[in-house]
């Protein structure tokens, strides 16, 4: 006897798609989370904190942390320090910026204490230099990996991928001084943010 299937047979539901929704860190998850990226970051935990930040822990979307970065960038001091010290205060004031610059800077500390000394005995040995030079080559791949990634979302904005070219032209090609090229390509990009916000919105 053949066999049919029932119409009224239940049907599978589908896999609900990820929300894909951010994540508001506390003080104490701000200084676990920034303590395990100044552990886990060799060559500079800028690399590692877009994908701790944006793809693993979700505070901030790939949009906002490229916006926030540009900033700290544009800040004196380093890039990552500022950038904790930016992430702790926009979502817990202060403490959240105290706890995320504590959290980046206690653990690397104690490492390269130790690292120092240990280096200092032993720098003379080739195999000693040969793993700083394969570490260097590691953590240039990783900045280059970052990079990439920061620059993708700019292919759907022409005016704004141009800006990065100038940038890349005048810093890599042309050596020009990081203050100038701020001063000048920071109001552009400004003025052209503002002209498509507008065009936005008047298309609505």
């Given at each position: 006897?053949?066999?049919?299937?029932?119409?009224?047979?239940?049907?599978?539901?589908?896999?609900?798609?990820?929300?894909?929704?951010?994540?508001?860190?506390?003080?104490?998850?701000?200084?676990?989370?920034?303590?395990?990226?100044?552990?886990?970051?060799?060559?500079?935990?800028?690399?590692?904190?877009?994908?701790?930040?944006?793809?693993?822990?979700?505070?901030?979307?790939?949009?906002?942390?490229?916006?926030?970065?540009?900033?700290?960038?544009?800040?004196?001091?380093?890039?990552?320090?500022?950038?904790?010290?930016?992430?702790?205060?926009?979502?817990?004031?202060?403490?959240?910026?105290?706890?995320?610059?504590?959290?980046?800077?206690?653990?690397?500390?104690?490492?390269?204490?130790?690292?120092?000394v240990l280096?200092?005995?032993?720098?003379?040995?080739?195999?000693?230099?040969?793993?700083?030079?394969?570490?260097?080559?590691?953590?240039?791949?990783?900045?280059?990996?970052?990079?990439?990634?920061?620059?993708?979302?700019?292919?759907?904005?022409?005016?704004?991928?141009?800006?990065?070219?100038l940038g890349?032209?005048?810093?890599?090609?042309?050596?020009?001084?990081?203050?100038?090229?701020?001063?000048?390509?920071?109001?552009?990009?400004?003025?052209?943010?503002?002209?498509?916000?507008?065009?936005?919105?008047?298309?609505?």
């Open positions: 006897m053949k066999e049919t299937l029932s119409p009224t047979a239940p049907a599978i539901p589908p896999t609900p798609p990820e929300t894909g929704e951010l994540h508001t860190p506390g003080v104490r998850e701000l200084f676990l989370g920034f303590l395990g990226l100044g552990f886990s970051s060799f060559g500079g935990a800028l690399p590692l904190a877009r994908r701790t930040i944006v793809e693993q822990r979700r505070w901030l979307s790939s949009a906002e942390f490229t916006d926030l970065l540009g900033l700290c960038q544009f800040l004196p001091g380093g890039n990552v320090i500022n950038l904790s010290v930016a992430i702790g205060m926009r979502f817990q004031g202060w403490r959240g910026a105290l706890a995320a610059l504590l959290g980046l800077i206690a653990g690397p500390s104690l490492v390269v204490v130790g690292l120092g280096y200092e005995r032993t720098q003379n040995d080739p195999h000693v230099r040969h793993l700083f030079v394969g570490l260097a080559a590691a953590a240039a791949g990783l900045l280059i990996a970052m990079a990439a990634k920061i620059v993708l979302p700019l292919r759907h904005d022409p005016a704004a991928a141009f800006i990065a070219v890349f032209i005048a810093i890599a090609l042309l050596r020009t001084p990081l203050l100038p090229t701020m001063l000048v390509l920071t109001p552009v990009g400004i003025a052209v943010a503002a002209r498509a916000a507008r065009r936005a919105g008047g298309g609505q």
